[in-house]
């Protein structure tokens, strides 16, 4: 059974960092690309960046270029969402996805998803 497990969301003050880990399990990690998406309150759900089996990096959503980062750790099935200078518009639910490719997850077109964790940017 394929798992994905999003952890390190909360609360934080804008201008503040956190790193989202997704650690993976059920799947063979290390040849899947790897994506964070998120949805705030009353939207859709949006790409935010990926990384391929090989570790490249799709550029990240115009929205949070400079600020987000997105790195994978093969060895520990996990990959992270560094994200610096938060403000109160990152605020939503991230999501962990694994798909084909950088290409496919761009699209928002993935073969697992996980159940989110919640991040609130507010003074």
């Known amino acids: 059974q394929v798992q994905l497990v999003e952890s390190g969301g909360g609360l934080v003050q804008p201008g503040g960092s956190l790193r989202l880990s997704c650690a993976a399990s059920g799947l063979a990690f290390s040849s899947k690309a790897m994506g964070w998406f998120r949805q705030p309150p009353g939207q859709e759900r949006r790409f935010v960046a990926c990384?391929?089996?090989?570790?490249?990096?799709?550029p990240a959503a115009d929205s949070v270029k400079g600020r987000f980062t997105i790195a994978r750790d093969n060895a520990k099935n996990t990959v992270y969402l560094e994200m610096n200078g938060l403000k109160p518009e990152d605020t939503g639910i991230y999501y962990c996805a694994a798909g084909r490719d950088n290409l496919n997850l761009g699209l928002g077109i993935t073969d697992y998803w996980g159940q989110g964790t919640q991040v609130t940017v507010s003074s």
């Open positions: 990384i391929s089996a090989d570790g490249s990096v799709t």
